[in-house]
């Protein structure tokens, strides 16, 4: 028993690690169809940048600040319990603690940077899979070393050691 138990913990542990495959739970439960896909009166069809501003500027791509989802959720779907939360974290200027879904593991000891991949044209699903038809976004691409040498190979881009490790 204490076996089965014990496998079904490091089960559970292993699936944290990796991601949940439905995607993790989020303080405020963002639905990126809703805002990339959706078409119709209340579907604003947003490009990536419009939230994740920071990415094609700077190193990171940007958790979309409170007040960038407030500016239209001033007045639009106010009704909403999602969006009551989300008011509720910009009345106290807060910000809602997001939880990741892609990153770099620490020992990959590997530098990115999404300015050059933006600027070259590079699609965001081509790295983040499908997000815009996702209602939870899920981690859906796997980005190893290898899919990452395969995709510079692919487009004729550097493989130096240094591109990547610094």
């Not at 439960?29 to 994740?52: I, M, R, S, Y």
């Not at 700077?58 to 106010?78: D, F, L, Q």
């Not at 487009?155 to 490790?165: A, L």
């Amino acid at each position: 028993m204490l076996v089965i138990v014990a496998i079904a913990v490091i089960g559970i542990l292993l699936l944290s690690a990796s991601g949940n495959p439905e995607g993790p739970r989020q303080p405020i439960e963002f639905d990126h169809w809703q805002h990339v896909t959706k078409e119709g009166e209340e579907a604003p069809q947003l490009e990536c940048t419009f939230c994740h501003e920071g990415v094609d500027k700077s190193s990171h791509a940007t958790i979309p600040n409170i007040t960038t989802c407030m500016g239209c959720h001033e007045s639009t779907k106010t009704e909403s319990p999602e969006v009551q939360k989300l008011a509720a974290y910009a009345e106290r200027k807060e910000q809602p603690p997001w939880k990741r879904v892609y990153w770099l593991e620490p020992d990959a000891n590997a530098y990115y940077t999404h300015k050059p991949h933006i600027r070259a044209g590079i699609d965001c699903v081509t790295c983040h899979g499908q997000i815009g038809q996702m209602h939870r976004v899920r981690r859906e691409v796997n980005q190893t070393m290898g899919w990452c040498m395969d995709c510079h190979r692919a487009r004729n881009v550097s493989i130096d050691c240094y591109v990547c490790h610094r």
